[in-house]
């Protein structure tokens, strides 16, 4: 019953920016730590960005100083500002988030569909 939703994906120019922007929906008591994490055929996922609950960020190493993570609990939603964009930074994004569906229950890994991003001119 919980759902995410990523948007904002698209081809920009190298050099370019572009923001991401995932929703969670549904049966949801409390949301944890959520971040961002993306995949380009024949690799395996890497992680790219995560905040916490308590708003701490880590970063994954190709990417620090060009891309930040927010978000806004009482929204329910999680941000990737991406700036300084390459092509190597092509790839299928996905949102993660571990939550509770109803208090006492143990946390779980939810994960969106995923959005393109294509850095190319």
């Known amino acids: 019953q919980v759902q995410l939703v990523e948007s904002g994906g698209g081809l920009v120019q190298p050099g370019g920016s572009l923001r991401l922007s995932c929703a969670a929906s549904?049966?949801?008591?409390?949301?944890?730590?959520m971040g961002w994490y993306r995949q380009v055929p024949g690799n395996q996922r890497e992680l790219v960005a995560t905040?916490?609950?308590?708003?701490?960020?880590n970063y994954g190493d190709s990417v620090k100083g060009r891309f930040t993570i927010s978000r806004d609990n009482a929204k329910k939603m999680v941000y990737l500002q991406m700036n300084s964009l390459k092509a190597e930074d092509t790839a299928v994004y996905y949102c993660?988030?571990?939550?509770?569906?109803?208090?006492?229950?143990?946390?779980?890994?939810?994960w969106g569909q995923g959005t393109q991003v294509t850095v190319s001119s």
């Open positions: 549904g049966s949801i008591f409390s949301l944890n730590t």
């Open positions: 905040i916490t609950s308590d708003y701490i960020r």
């Open positions: 993660k988030c571990k939550a509770k569906r109803y208090p006492g229950a143990n946390e779980f890994d939810y």
